[in-house]
């Protein structure tokens, strides 16, 4: 087989697998439940890493996109397929609900990428701690806004999106989110990859390095901080929006400075600028969440020192900057993935 | 057309004037130096020049361009590339990437293309990829092409560096020191290579050193300055003989 075609046949042979496990039961609706967890907190993982890794910025805002991911995703669907009390009749029979389920999700994305501008133009001027202060700030405004906005149930939260997946699922019966977040990650690893491995992205790590010199050597210092800012955010915005149909219910809780650290404790765990490391720091990190439940809130005193230990015997984290191939060299001969 | 006017240029920081009235012409093709003591202002010239500093008064021009207000990767893309006193390569990075990535003013494809792998951009790619290693041949350090620059010895880094501003196809090369912190087997090296630079490629250098032997050696022309302002400027022979620049490096002898 051509390598060019072996991550494609890896990929969907193991979405099948996902789907055979769970159609025949394998799988139970608690298995899926973490499964699809894994997933937002992958595409978490992987879109903070292209700031905090490849550009060395040190973004804590980033379950602010999510918010407004998950918001928009949730409005526009409800909006769309769902009777409710404020938006009134449906505009679209639910039969279309899995066809639109992309756009519902590319609202989220877009709606998130332009908040995220918020945070790219004083990054033009702005760096380090005090651009951490300012994405921490841009964390809390949309929190704070979002609790403020009557039509989206403040802090009561928002629902109506559990209608829809019901309408995908009685159109045809799979397991649609873990389908939905799956095809999430796949697109959010291949859009990553392609973007730091061109020349263009590549930009986005001279900044990393040596920003002086990379405005120098003609590298648009500022619109590779617009763009890599816009997709971080907005591929969060798509975490969001999964994250809001698979729970079915957002409110402004959901999306706190906890959730930020989440992502960042994924990044270091993982590696800055290795997207191999966000996957799996972002598995280890679900399962862990996962397994530690019985011990309640004292989990959160266990991982933590596990970070503490981790960042002393391994501060470069899990895969530092290194990816699946450069560990195994000799995989490049079975798989091209760009 | 002049290759760089600069005309009466004056930079000042809060009350410090760190440039004061300077003016320079370049026709191209010319190999020049601009020298003075500690502080004399040299390297913020550069800087003026190269678009990192917004002139407080005066005007800079490259090839007919008014360059004010313009962000340093525009000034870049006019054809100005330079160097660092302390080298600035991009660590993280080996010296094929370092030199890919200074094209980015003529990547020729958009973001759009990047994500989608259109035919535009795997040519672009591909023929970025043969230039940067045509120049690293013709500069005789295609071996270095994957080496992570740490790795390389301090002269073998300032070389690099070199590369990666002629990479730019400049017009006008700005050295800042090339010789700093070199040993003197080295320099002698450095100034092989410039002079063969300047015979091979078609530009203009303007370099800042302190070491003589490289400016006496090199140049046809030196300007010399002294807090923000000109002192002098002739040829190696003048400059050498002139009790004005002896004073400003030496000291007055009343002292």
Redesign the interface.
């Known amino acids: 087989m051509s390598p060019r075609l072996t991550t494609p046949a890896a990929l969907f042979a193991l979405l099948l697998g996902l789907m055979a496990l769970t159609q025949t039961g394998i799988l139970g609706q608690y298995e899926q439940t973490i499964l699809s967890t894994m997933g937002i907190y992958m595409i978490l993982a992987a879109s903070l890493n292209l700031v905090n890794g490849y550009m060395g910025e040190f973004s804590v805002g980033h379950a602010g996109f999510m918010a407004v991911g998950a918001y928009t995703s949730s409005v526009v669907g409800v909006y769309l397929f769902v009777p409710d009390p404020f938006f009134g009749q449906p505009l679209l029979p639910m039969d279309l609900a899995y066809l639109a389920f992309p756009l519902i999700l590319a609202a989220g994305f877009v709606a998130a990428a332009l908040v995220g501008l918020l945070v790219a133009i004083p990054s033009f001027k702005t760096r380090g701690d005090y651009l951490a202060v300012i994405t921490l700030a841009a964390g809390y405004i949309v929190k704070s806004a979002l609790e403020n906005i009557d039509v989206v149930g403040g802090p009561r939260g928002f629902m109506g999106m559990k209608k829809v997946v019901m309408g995908m699922e009685e159109m045809i019966s799979i397991p649609w989110m873990l389908i939905w977040i799956f095809i999430g990650v796949v697109f959010t690893v291949w859009i990553l990859r392609r973007f730091v491995y061109s020349t263009y992205g590549k930009g986005v790590m001279a900044i990393h390095q040596d920003e002086v010199a990379a405005e120098i050597m003609s590298v648009n210092t500022n619109k590779m901080k617009l763009v890599a800012f816009m997709l971080s955010s907005g591929l969060a915005g798509l975490a969001g929006g999964l994250y809001a149909y698979l729970i079915g219910f957002v409110n402004p809780a959901s999306f706190t400075i906890l959730r930020s650290t989440e992502c960042l404790v994924m990044v270091y765990l993982g590696g800055m600028g290795s997207l191999t490391g966000s996957i799996l720091a972002a598995a280890i990190f679900t399962l862990m969440l996962e397994f530690l439940k019985p011990l309640e809130q004292l989990k959160w005193v266990a991982i933590p020192m596990l970070l503490i230990v981790l960042m002393q015997f391994r501060p470069e984290g899990l895969m530092g900057n290194r990816e699946l191939s450069d560990i195994f060299p000799k995989l490049k001969r079975f798989y091209r993935f760009k | 057309m002049a290759l760089l006017e600069i005309t009466n240029l004056t930079q000042r920081f809060g009350g410090l004037l760190a440039v004061n009235d300077l003016s320079v012409h370049l026709e191209g093709r010319e190999l020049c130096a601009l020298i003075g003591p500690n502080g004399a202002g040299k390297t913020t010239v550069f800087n003026l020049v ?1 678009g ?1 500093y917004q002139p407080s008064d005066g005007s800079i021009k490259i090839g007919g361009v008014d360059t004010r207000g313009m ?3 525009q000034v ?2 006019l054809g100005v ?2 160097t ?1 006193q302390n080298i ?6 080996t010296v094929l ?1 370092n030199i ?6 003529r ?1 020729g ?1 958009s ?1 759009m293309d ?2 989608m ?1 259109t035919r535009r ?1 795997i040519d672009r ?1 591909a023929a ?1 990829d043969r230039t940067a290693m045509e120049l690293l041949e013709f500069l005789g350090m295609r071996e270095l092409a994957n080496e992570f620059p740490p790795n390389l010895a301090y002269g073998t880094q300032r070389k690099v560096e070199i590369a ?2 002629l990479s ?1 196809k400049p017009k006008l090369l700005l050295l800042d020191e090339p010789a700093a912190g070199l040993p003197s087997s080295d320099v002698v090296e450095l100034i092989k290579l410039i002079e063969w630079i300047h015979k091979e490629f078609d530009l203009a250098i303007w370099m800042i050193e302190h070491q003589m032997t490289v400016v006496m050696s090199l140049c046809q022309w030196i300007k010399v300055i002294d807090f923000g302002a000109t002192i002098a400027e002739g040829t190696p022979e003048d400059i050498r003989n002139n009790p004005v620049v002896i004073r400003a490096y030496l000291g007055d002898e009343n002292i």
Do not use: C, G
């Open positions: 190269s990192f962000k340093p990767h870049t893309a590339a330079r660092f600035r390569l991009w660590n993280d990075m990437d890919k990535v200074s094209q980015h003013y990547l494809y973001l990047s994500l792998r951009y790619e970025i990666r501003a730019i």
